[in-house]
């Protein structure tokens, strides 16, 4: 498999390890933007369809749109709504973006990624 990289490498930090989406190789997330939640930046849960969702959990995504409006219902974090949240360079599903319903909630945003939607690489940094 072949990694092409673009202009969204420098955005978003410069984490030791990158995780890019397995679909096209786009960047997604640099891993010191990983968000420990209730102990953890891995999740797992499983959907209304049981499905099981295993998931990363980052602060910021600059390779990833969560275009639409939130919703809460079956929300997985309570006081979170979330949205279905696409690669930006080929639209494929990589997980969701988590909204919080009050402004006063920290954090404000954060991001799901499916572990099985991205592989990580080290970087020479
Ligand atoms: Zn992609």
Request: charged residues 15%; contains cysteine; positive net charge.
């Amino acid at each position: 498999m072949i990694f092409h990289f673009n202009a969204l490498d420098v955005i978003g930090g410069n984490g030791s390890k990158v995780y890019l989406c397995i679909f096209c190789g786009g960047l997604i997330a640099h891993s010191d933007r990983s968000l420990i939640l209730k102990g953890n930046k891995r999740h797992l849960f499983i959907n209304p369809s049981g499905i099981n969702c295993d998931f990363y959990t980052f602060s910021a995504c600059p390779g990833v749109i969560a275009p639409g409006p939130a919703t809460e219902a079956h929300s997985w974090f309570s006081g979170y709504g979330w949205k279905m949240a696409f690669c930006r360079q080929c639209r494929q599903h990589m997980g969701w973006q988590y909204n919080a319903v009050l402004k006063s909630a920290v954090p404000a945003v954060f991001w799901g990624i499916l572990v099985e939607h991205v592989i990580t690489k080290e970087t020479s940094e």
